[in-house]
């Protein structure tokens, strides 16, 4: 039942691992965030691989979703600190979310709860092909919706990873355990057989 519980509570942490980043997913095509959709896309694949790891007893794959959540955990810290412009970071100068290749921002930032867009015409400010708009009434700031969706995946990120560690670390206690069961085997090992106690007598004609 022990065992149950914890493969049980990782599979749990990894469904809401994945609603979470189908969520997250949507928003950032929508945004056209290209450097979100490419780890939304690897963390997705991840996950899918600590499920089947999970279910089937693979501690090694469980061990490749453990180190690939670290990666995660380090990728929205490093969200966080863009939205926040921790440093020289700048979302006025870096536009690392689309590659540098678009002027894109968040999809928040244009439909975040109560927000009231209003484009600016004839503006010289605007690249070709561009239009420049103000937003105002937002009860929350794109920058921190963003980072309150990035903290949701470092702390789902976090108890996957401690989950994975506790059931990979059982998956190879009983895989050890089998291999000492099944040991006897490879020496040669032979189960005493049994004689008969009947006694044998010569028969004379």
Not at 52 to 75: E, H, K, P
Not at 189 to 200: I, R, V, W
Request: glycine share 8%; charged share 15%.
């Amino acid at each position: 039942m022990g065992r149950c519980n914890g493969r049980c509570t990782l599979v749990g942490f990894c469904c809401l691992q994945l609603v979470a980043a189908l969520e997250r997913q949507i928003f950032d095509f929508l945004g056209y965030q290209w450097a979100p959709i490419l780890a939304n896309f690897l963390h997705i694949m991840a996950v899918i691989l600590g499920i089947f790891g999970t279910i089937q007893y693979r501690s090694r794959y469980l061990m490749m979703y453990a180190v690939w959540l670290v990666l995660w955990v380090g990728w929205n810290a490093f969200i966080i600190c863009f939205y926040l412009e921790v440093g020289r970071l700048s979302q006025d100068r870096d536009f690392i979310m689309t590659f540098n290749t678009s002027l894109h921002r968040s999809w928040w930032m244009e439909n975040g709860p109560g927000c009231l867009v209003t484009p600016v015409l004839n503006s010289n400010l605007a690249p070709e092909d561009h239009h420049v708009i103000t937003v105002s009434g937002c009860l929350l700031d794109y920058q921190y919706i963003e980072v309150v969706s990035s903290a949701t995946q470092i702390f789902l990120a976090l108890f996957g990873f401690v989950y994975a560690c506790y059931v990979s670390k059982v998956f190879l206690e009983e895989e050890d355990s089998f291999d000492f069961i099944g040991g006897f085997d490879s020496y040669g090992y032979q189960a005493p057989q049994k004689t008969s106690h009947l006694q044998l007598q010569p028969l004379y004609t």
